[in-house]
């Protein structure tokens, strides 16, 4: 699967994908990674690729004609890119969406910056739109990592072990139950003991109920959503 990152700062992107995971998804040739800079396409003599918002307001505004260009390159290059601006104005992505577009051959990032990107250009290029949460960041770099992230982990053969993906939290409505390690007691604090007596149904039964107290703590309205599925499926 191929991912694009358009940005004018590919140097915060590039070192996520020297270690871990994804570093030996790009070895084993599972995941490419490419770059465009939409100030290589600016016209302007300074290669500027931001003027003031037409209308007044604080903030410069990235315009249009580098994106535009930018974007035509790619989609000329391969006609079956999938484009995704990264806003805060958008609906907020979710691990659904990650499965989905790991289905696609390619996905491009745009990454707006300053006080944003001529709306023009969303208009004409987006596939769709994303937020990563209700909160302000100085570009769309870090939530396009954040998305790459999230979809590269469900392309076939990124994970050692696909069948991680089953018991993560999201593939239900409820949170992931505590996990531990070894020794089973560190500095007097004890793992449940339902953990180290090997019996899978108690303890599948145990990692319920915590997943079920941890939903109910962090995120109620997600074990609204388990209790809403249980009586269905009864």
Known sequence: MKFSFVTLFANIVEGYFNDSILKRAIEKELVSIKYVDPREFSINKHHKVDDTAVGGGAGMVMNPQPLFDALDSLTTQDPDVHIVFLTPVAKQFKQNDAKRLAKKSHVAFVSGRYEGIDERVVEKYADEVYSIGDYILTGGELPSMVMCDAIARNVEGVLGNAASLEIESFETPLLEAPSFSKPTNYK????????????????????????????KFFRPEQLKKHKLRKSYEK
């Open 188 to 215: 007097e604090i004890e793992v449940p003991k339902e953990y180290i007596k090997g019996n899978h149904s108690k303890i599948r039964t145990l990692k319920i109920a915590l997943s079920e107290c941890k939903t």
